[in-house]
């Protein structure tokens, strides 16, 4: 009935102003009266406006049906998440995604019906929940009645397009889409999502190689998720066409999508990896630095890089082979003149401790009758794809004339896999998945054409043919799943190491990433944190870049710099294009080679921390490298994420104990000022605290401190005593942990064999570790060893930094005091640890 009165108010309102206008005597063209008076009929006839006739209530939420034949439903997956679909003809979309997991799509918080005069809705534990019955408008609020999100208008549609638009209020910022270029802020930005082999991108280009339809809003403190669950060609639009609103919408397909309250930013993560998964453990191996190009050939220079860098001492666990070790640039094929004995040399580097990762483009070369194995077997088993004509599709790429997978099916998948049976039996410890955005270089489009069919089957949809344009963007993660999992089907009890260029939400389940072809130069370099945080928040953690650039030649001062920051992010690969300079760490001489190694050794030192972070990312979905505010929402007095400050976008956080503060124009010699999300914060590298002055009374918007220099530390953090020359070396000597007195003094650590999957069964060591001032005595407590996994330590080397002792004694579990060692910037003494716990007294 209410929606018959809103009609009648809108068709009297109309008539009213065409009345005025002859009453004014207006001369309006007849066709603009018309319009006038059959707008609203328009409108609802082509969805953009609809009343509710009908609601149902659901356990755990509702379903309207409206006057124009369309069905919504919203529904809580648990207090604070909520899930939000469209059917335009009455149908639900299918109950199916390639991103967000099945159990997580079919949990199910208790509602109570929560209606109004004006609107329909329902309540849970944490959330508000009302739909307009006039417009359908949805507005979305916490329990304290704080708004989250609003529909700023009804969805619109244009053919099979549609879009939806939410309010933008003037301080909520947006983070997230992945890879993105430019600002880590996405306010003001729009954006499309469509894989694109983006060679040499800039800061402007979009879209590049990734597609993860996920941003978080970030309003005063308080943080919120939206996902939208449509694998077509998708845009993001926040505040480019309108200052009070944003959108996004999709080409066609369903109309799904995801919100989610944190109310922190941390928990929008967790949140986020509870609806789409987290990433795998990988192997300890991927936390080493990786050397790398466009291609190490013959097989005696690629064993010649791994010895020099043995004999240079510069720590290394990864080398790569691009396209060049192959047979006429054929996937899974080996060039016999240039690598006569590829297993001889991988044998080699095994015993010097590397592990040797080859590429496996997507593209299989057409190859008919010239006993290539790969073209001959997915002939015979129907594994490629094909034209709406029923002929296969055939694309050029690096062999020339290919031929490619058909990923969304399972049988494709495991014949996939299968494939890569020779290359581990010749030594090959992990797989790099590049090209598959897919990038076609014959096409007009850079990629497949829209009409190219593919099948799918399994993973909970029905099956049916579809288009490219429906699934180009899960193409390069559906490569990955099907190199993820056919390597476990190979090697049950060993953690796969795949690295992927494209991919969509959900990808990080199978393989981590990097952000495609750069370019070496300086704006470069000051893209990659940006780019980085964003990935980490959109799921990747274990990501990087092509450390000193892939495109060009790397100065020394550049790649110097670039292997500095590198050192101190998820992923540290060094990797250049063919027919660039050599870009290996001892290039431009003695002097830059010794700042490299040393960055390069401090990475090593941190591998306790940094191998502690992965098991935080794999168990929670936290990611490694973070922007400040995801740790410090409230590090402003007005609360706006403090990373949008100028210059601290090159800021960021390692875990929640580093702070890493290059200068925001690492080519320019000048100094710069750091700002830090809290007040007690150590230099890294000298143990003295940071003299961080008040802040400006004049500015309400200032940081909680800032100072100009590089600091960098807090909390309770361990590392090695001793330096090792890769992960597969066991560490001599004790365990290091180094004590920050402070507020926020505690810390943790984790260890594993680092290779298999034995700590799901209880095999791995955990332990915690915490600090408390009483009076003139500092406490450092220690826990028990949790887990089956012997530690590789026996003692543990304390350093204690910000606290001066009064008589420099420590004492054990109350036993007999022993003196310390005062040092310059700290307190330095080795006690045993017999993994039973214990607990440390300084006076």
């Known amino acids: 009935m209410r929606y018959w009165l809103e009609r009648l108010r809108s068709i009297f309102e109309e008539a009213t102003l065409i009345r005025r206008l002859l009453r ?38 509702i379903r309207v049906a409206t006057d124009s034949g369309r069905v919504e439903e919203i529904t809580a997956l648990r207090d604070d998440v909520l899930r939000i679909r469209v059917g335009r003809s009455g149908t639900l979309p299918e109950d199916a995604s390639w991103a967000v997991l099945e159990e997580a799509r079919h949990s199910q918080a208790a509602a109570q019906r929560a209606d109004s005069v004006d609107a329909v809705g329902f309540r849970t534990g944490l959330l508000q929940v009302s739909v307009g019955r006039a417009d359908l408008r949805v507005s979305i609020r916490d329990g304290h009645g704080v708004l989250i999100q609003e529909d700023a208008a009804p969805i619109t549609f244009d053919g099979t397009s549609f879009r939806l638009h939410k309010t933008m209020p003037t301080d909520e910022h947006y983070f997230g889409l992945g890879d993105k270029t430019g600002p880590l802020d996405r306010r003001n930005q729009a954006f499309t999502l469509w894989n694109t082999d983006a060679y040499r991108f800039q800061e402007s280009t979009d879209p590049i190689y990734k597609s993860i339809p996920f941003f978080m809003t970030f309003r005063a403190g308080v943080a919120a998720g939206v996902l939208l669950d449509n694998t077509w060609r998708s845009s993001f639009d926040f505040g480019k066409e309108s200052p009070t609103s ?76 691009d396209i060049g070790f192959q047979d006429k640039n054929r996937p899974f094929t080996v060039d016999q003149q240039a690598f006569p004995d590829l297993k001889g040399t991988l044998s080699k580097l095994q015993v010097m401790n590397f592990h040797t990762v080859a590429i496996t483009d997507l593209h299989i070369a057409k190859a008919p009758e010239q006993g290539y194995a790969p073209y001959d077997s997915g002939t015979a088993k129907n594994e490629f794809l094909r034209r709406s004509d029923g002929s296969v599709y055939v694309g050029s790429v690096w062999p020339g004339p290919s031929v490619f997978p058909d990923f969304t099916r399972p049988g494709a998948r495991k014949w996939w896999g299968s494939l890569y049976k020779p290359l581990i039996e010749m030594g090959f410890a992990g797989f790099w998945n590049d090209m598959n955005e897919p990038s076609i270089f014959d096409s007009p489009t850079g990629t497949m054409p829209d009409d190219v069919v593919h099948r799918i089957e399994g993973s909970g949809f029905a099956s049916r043919t579809a288009t490219h344009a429906e699934l180009h963007n899960v193409y390069g993660m559906e490569n990955s799943r099907a190199t993820y999992e056919g390597l476990l089907r ?29 370019s070496s130069t300086w704006n470069h370099l000051r893209m990659t944190s940006p780019m ?16 000193g650039g892939f495109a060009g030649t790397a100065t020394s001062d550049l790649l110097t710099k670039w292997i500095e920051v590198a050192s101190f992010q998820p992923i540290d690969r060094d990797h250049t294009e063919t027919g660039t300079g050599d870009q290996e760490p001892w290039v431009g001489g003695p002097e830059q080679e010794a700042i490299r190694r040393r960055f390069i050794e401090e990475r090593y030192r941190l591998m306790p ?26 590090a402003t007095r007005d609360r706006h994420p403090i990373d949008n400050d100028p210059g601290v976008d090159a800021e960021f956080l390692l875990g929640h104990d580093l702070l890493i503060a290059p200068s925001p124009y690492p080519e320019a010699p000048d100094s710069y000022t750091v700002e830090f999300p809290s007040r007690v914060w150590y230099d890294y590298w000298t143990g003295l605290p940071v003299s961080a002055p008040a802040m400006p009374k004049r500015d309400p918007n200032a940081p909680v401190a800032a100072v100009d220099g590089v600091p960098l530390s807090t909390q309770i953090k361990p590392q090695l005593d001793a330096l090792t020359q890769s992960t597969n070396e066991k560490p001599d000597g004790p365990l290091t942990v180094r004590v920050y007195v402070g507020d926020d003094c505690e810390g943790s650590l984790y260890d594993d064999d680092g290779k298999s999957f034995a700590y799901r069964s209880g095999s791995f060591l955990r332990m915690r570790f915490g600090c408390r001032v009483e009076g003139n005595k500092l406490t450092l407590t220690f826990s028990p060893h949790e887990g089956t996994y012997a530690a590789w330590w026996r003692d543990l080397r304390i350093e204690v930094y910000g606290w001066n002792a009064v008589s420099g004694t420590v004492t054990q579990n109350g036993g007999r005091p022993s003196q310390v060692q005062r040092q310059k910037n700290n307190l330095e003494f080795t006690v045993a640890d017999d993994g039973k716990g214990t607990t440390l007294t300084i006076e």
């Open 24 to 61: 004014d005597r207006c001369i309006w063209p007849l066709a603009l009266i018309l319009a006038l008076s059959t707008s609203h009929a328009q409108s609802t006839a082509n969805g953009n406006r609809s009343g509710i006739v009908a609601v149902s209530g659901l356990p755990n939420g």
């Open 246 to 321: 944003y959108s996004f919408g999709a080409v066609d397909g369903p109309i799904e999508y995801y919100v989610f309250l944190g109310p922190t930013p941390q928990e929008v993560e967790t949140t986020y990896a509870w609806l789409t998964g987290k990433p795998p453990m990988p192997p300890r191996w991927m936390l080493g630095f990786q050397q790398s190009r466009y291609t190490y050939t013959p097989q005696s220079r690629l064993l010649e890089v791994g010895e020099r860098l043995r004999a240079d001492r510069i720590p290394a666990d990864a080398l790569y082979l």
């Open 490 to 518: 190979l090697e049950p009890d060993v953690r796969p190491f795949v690295l992927t260029r494209a991919t969509y939400a959900g990808g990080q389940r199978y393989a981590a990433t990097w952000t495609g072809d750069n």
């Open 532 to 547: 980085l945080k964003s990935l980490g928040l959109s799921g990747f953690s274990f990501s990087g870049a092509d450390v």
């Open 609 to 634: 921390y940094l191998y502690t972070l992965a098991d935080e990312t794999a168990r929670t979905g936290m990611p490694m490298m973070r922007p400040l505010f995801l740790d410090y929402p409230f």
